[in-house]
Nanobody
Framework: QVQLVESGGGLVQPGGSLRLSCAAS????????MGWYRQAPGKQRELVAA???????NYADSVKGRFTISRDNAKNTVYLQMNSLKPEDTALYYC?????????WGQGTQVTVSS
């Protein structure tokens, strides 16, 4: 069983920054990638950023240049540094851990960007 514990969400003004963290624990084997998805009300869940075990990264076009994903393999932890936040970044952010056979999801952490 794998557990993903997210932290770092909250309310921030436009132009502000937040840092999300996701720590994985449990029986973890063959991690392919870890990443962050988000879902806004009335919209589908979408990829925000992902990083493979080898360090390759992938970002949604809407966050390129503003968000940075990183990971600490020794701690099985992934981070998402979010800068220059916009109201349209408001969503529930989910941590994802992908293995070759299964995807694990966190419970989600709310990010609200509002003045």
């Amino acid at each position: 069983q794998v557990q993903l514990v997210e932290s770092g969400g909250g309310l921030v003004q436009p132009g502000g920054s937040l840092r999300l963290s996701c720590a994985a624990s449990g029986s973890i084997f063959s991690i392919y990638a870890m990443g962050w998805y988000r879902q806004a009300p009335g919209k589908q869940r979408e990829l925000v950023a992902a990083i493979t075990s080898g360090g390759s990264t992938n970002y949604a076009d809407s966050v390129k240049g503003r968000f940075t994903i990183s990971r600490d393999n020794a701690k099985n932890t992934v981070y998402l540094q979010m800068n220059s936040l916009k109201p349209e970044d408001t969503a529930l952010y989910y941590c994802n851990l992908a293995t070759i056979s299964y995807d694990y999801w966190g419970q989600g952490t709310q990010v609200t960007v509002s003045s």
